[in-house]
């Protein structure tokens, strides 16, 4: 697993399909998947501790979406592919396409930890290049099996992958760490609203 592990990192990797095509596997992408779903709920805390923010619920209220997401695109998507794939002859099997893209999800797990320290900036910059590198290792490690298809086939299938990995960036940069950033802002607000109006009252009060 961890020789897989690090060719997965690596974009434009080939070399993976011949190590994973004859013996795919579920525990990687399972764990791969699992992790992923707690370390955004840690990045989380983490940006939400170093944005001063006092709200504990964030494990409680993140986990289950993030569960819900990771494991409905980590699974679903694969199996549209496979799908198409078997209309034109393809002798793949659900698990080989799974392994695949699933072990394309390790790039996000570093990615996801650095984005927990709340730079805007590095968040655009990280998660695009974490989708990139996962979409280029997913395409060029189903490519020989894609170069078997006409062309309006294959382009079909990179669009199925690359619809995936749009989903999966969006949801992370626009939904996750938006919005915990926004509720950490709007408690701040809120914090400083209530301090405020308590010191003005506190004044008031000072002078009977």
Known sequence: MLIRLLYSLIPFNPKFYDISTNTPDLYGPFWIYTCLIFIIAASGSLSRYFQG????????????????????????????????????????????VLC???????????????????????????????????TSFIIVNFWREMGKFVDKMRIII??????????????????????????????????????????NTNSQGSWF
């Open 53 to 96: 923010s006092e709200l504990l619920n964030f494990f409680e209220n993140f986990v289950p979406i993030a569960a819900i997401i990771i494991y409905g695109i980590g699974f679903f998507v694969p199996l549209i592919i496979i799908i198409i794939m078997k209309c034109f002859g393809c002798n793949n099997s659900y698990i080989s």
């Open 158 to 199: 990179i669009i199925v992958i690359i619809c995936g990995q749009i989903c999966l960036f969006s949801i992370m940069k626009f939904y996750f760490f938006e919005k915990f950033e926004e509720e950490v802002t709007n408690n701040n607000i809120i914090k400083n609203f209530n301090n405020t109006e308590s010191n």
């Open 100 to 134: 695949i893209y699933g072990y394309s999800f390790s790039i996000y797990i570093p990615v996801v930890i650095i984005c927990g320290l709340g730079f805007n900036f590095a968040q655009w910059i990280l998660l695009l290049y974490a989708a990139c590198s996962s």
